[in-house]
């Protein structure tokens, strides 16, 4: 059975650093694009940054500069490490996953397999 669990979230204070990770079982990541989105309350899910097989990535321009995400294949692991760390940063983030053998990842809601998520929150 496909699962994504994520962990690493947690409460910071502005200016802070956090590290997700999303730990994959049940398949393996080398064939698939990932991802990391978000949602704060009361505000719509977006796409945060995705790696595609080879690599590339993409990433939102409210995080570029902060955020990067990496890919451990060995470990079957991808990463999201977030730096200046901002209250509009606060909500669940969740790994999500797509079969993918080409080309790059987008930040569009196509991704048919998700985690549970991991809650965020930035705050003083």
């Known amino acids: 059975q496909l699962q994504l669990v994520e962990s690493g979230g947690g409460l910071v204070q502005p200016g802070g650093s956090l590290r997700l990770s999303c730990a994959a079982s049940?398949?393996?990541?080398?064939?698939?694009?990932i991802g990391w989105f978000r949602q704060a309350p009361g505000k719509e899910r977006e796409g945060v940054s995705c790696?595609?097989?080879?690599?590339?990535?993409n990433t939102a321009d409210s995080v570029k500069g902060r955020f990067t995400i990496s890919r451990d294949n060995a470990e079957n692991t991808v990463y999201l490490q977030m730096n200046s760390l901002k209250p509009e940063d606060t909500g669940v983030y969740y790994c999500?996953?797509?079969?993918?053998?080409?080309?790059?990842?987008?930040?569009?809601?196509?991704?048919?397999?998700w985690g549970q998520g991991t809650q965020v929150t930035v705050s003083s």
């Open positions: 999500v996953a797509k079969r993918k053998l080409f080309g790059v990842c987008v930040l569009r809601d196509e991704y048919p397999y």
């Open positions: 049940g398949f393996t990541l080398d064939y698939y694009a």
């Open positions: 790696i595609s097989r080879s690599g590339s990535t």
